[in-house]
């Protein structure tokens, strides 16, 4: 018993030691130095999803990272880059190869979801502001349509404000404010949701708000009986809100969709009303 012991605290203590020696390294210097291959592809389905292939030329076993903010530029130029968000960790032995399935972002609004199979080749990576974003994204896990939206503000320098989900305003609201400050810009007064698709060879971008987000606040001496709506520039009502409804004494916040998909372009007013009287108002602008 013994014997068998000191065996398995010898193959233990081997182990731990061969763990310990491994090579760590992110993918860029592993590339950068030669000491991967890789092939890169679209799989033509999922949020824009990636296959990478990384090969092993040395030999010896590695540990590799995959650096935040990685941009692939495609084949076919008419298709959108492909951005890696990161994160991901893997193992590589001997002269192996692994084949990884990894969430991406389109990094060209206008140009063309990717088909599957689609051969890509690594290009460059983002600035450090683009790392701090895909960062945060990677964290949070945002690998979807608000993770796309902050993509786009730092590659195609969309607008702030189509950077929002009302179902998560805590994370968006961190997002924005670390958008904000790697971009120089100021926080959004108001938000637009837009179409965005990963249907291949379609545009992954539609330039078309469908809804907006308005937080209205407002404070008042007495309960009172008001309308809040909103307006198109002849005056006439074309949305309701809280119509002939009763409001407490002090501050009150309302938060207001703006349905905006079937409504022309131009200056809409969020207003609430007593009577004829314009108590507040705050103007957005439809795309």
Sequence with gaps: MRKAFIFLLFNCCVAMHVSAKIDRFNLKTAMDNGLVKIKAAAMGKGYHMMRLQVQNTTGKAMQVTIDPGLIFKPADTSYQDLVIPGGDVFVLTGKNEQTLELNSFCGKSY?????????YEFNRQGDSGFVKVLTFIQKHRLYD???QSAVWAMTNNHSLDGVFDP????????????LAEVKHVPLPDYYK????????GQPAFVPKVLKMYAQFEWRQETPKVMTLAIYNQAGEMIQPVAENQEFAKGGNRVTVEFEAENVKAGKYYIRLVDGQAVVKEQVVVVD
Aim: a neutral charge; charged letters at 20%.
């Design 167 to 178: 179902e998560r305003a805590a994370v968006s609201q961190q997002l924005l404010a670390l």
């Design 193 to 200: 949701k837009y179409a965005i698709t990963n249907i291949p």
């Design 111 to 119: 140009a063309s979801s990717p088909r599957e199979a689609l051969q």
């Design 145 to 147: 349509d608000l993770g």
